[in-house]
């Protein structure tokens, strides 16, 4: 799993408070990293997981490092699905509700939700003032990634190269040689799956692919271990990206399916409509297809 850093214990201290407070009212298996021995708590205490109402699986703070060092706002992330045992996948979450943490300097909080099969909700919290105001996401309608932001994610150091390879190849075949002096699309590493899904709904980001864990053979033959990946309380709140219009898929175009655990790796891509999906899709599963990426078994299942 990730680092727990001293921010990270503090807010799991207020979680377990709320969640006791919560459990006089519903029962539930609670899945967030750092509570209990596996990321697993269920409430009331002398409730039977199988006989658990919900699962409820959450990140108390997800982009605690750019948080930490006030460069970006940070996303408390929540899914929430009915039980079905070990079985329960990230597929099952039928209400999310992200909410952002903002750096100290800012005034302005966003949070958004979406129940599954309605309408997205959304709110900006003035913190100065205490006004609440209507939000509503609005995804780039862009047809083209010219002139946009978007990118394959390569936080830390290990594979950014080759990451960094693909992504240029994407903007190569799409939009072809570069002219002198031109800047041809865009990238932000935003470090924060939660608010990576966030820039995708509020239309700053055209696509997004965060592809870590297929990148683990080519560390394996260099002898390095593979480092940090996204994991499915990173993307418990991609329902209110699907319910927007976003297309979200695995590296294999298909929904994301994971269960609801701390230790799964995934990898996702993330379209702003279906024009940039067309467009990119069969790009990017091409470089990936040459490179070896990719489970063919898996592909056609």
């Known amino acids: 799993g990730d680092a727990v850093f001293a921010i ?46 919900l699962r409820i699986i959450i990140d108390p703070i997800d982009g605690t490092r750019g948080l930490m060092y006030q460069k970006r706002p940070a996303w408390i992330l929540t899914g929430v699905a009915v039980n079905r045992g070990a079985q329960t996948n990230i597929t099952d979450i039928e209400l999310a509700l992200q909410t952002e943490i903002p ?22 919290y003035n913190r100065l003032t205490g006004e609440r105001s209507a939000l509503k996401p609005s995804p780039s309608q862009m047809p083209s990634i010219a002139q946009g932001y978007g990118g394959i994610s390569r936080f830390f150091p290990g594979a950014r190269a080759e990451l960094a390879e ?16 031109e800047a041809q ?7 924060c799956s939660g608010g990576q899904l966030y820039e995708l ?13 297929l990148i683990e053979p080519v560390l394996n033959l260099r002898g390095e271990a593979q480092g940090l990946c996204c994991h499915p309380y990173d993307l418990c709140t991609e329902l209110i990206a699907r319910e927007a219009g976003i297309i979200v898929t695995n590296e294999y175009g298909k929904p994301l399916a994971a269960p609801l655990d701390v230790t799964t790796n995934m990898s996702w891509i993330g379209y702003a409509n279906r024009t940039i999906y067309e467009q990119v899709a069969p790009v990017l599963t091409s470089i990936l297809e040459q490179k070896g990426l990719l489970n063919q078994g898996q592909g056609s299942a």
């Open 166 to 181: 693909m992504d240029d190849e994407v903007v190569k075949q799409l939009l072809g040689p570069r002219r002198l002096g």
């Open 8 to 53: 990270d214990r503090v807010s799991e201290a207020v979680l377990l408070k709320h969640f006791e407070e919560l459990s006089q009212h519903w029962s539930f298996v609670l899945i967030a990293e750092g509570v209990g021995e596996d990321g697993v708590v269920v409430f009331p205490r002398d409730c039977e997981p199988d006989e658990a109402e």
């Open 201 to 213: 709904l509020v239309g700053h980001d055209r696509w997004i692919a965060d592809l870590r864990p």
């Open 185 to 191: 699309a865009f990238e932000d590493q935003y470090i």
């Open 103 to 124: 750096l100290v300097k800012q005034h302005l909080s966003d949070s958004l939700w979406a129940i599954k099969g309605q309408e997205i909700g959304g709110e900006r």
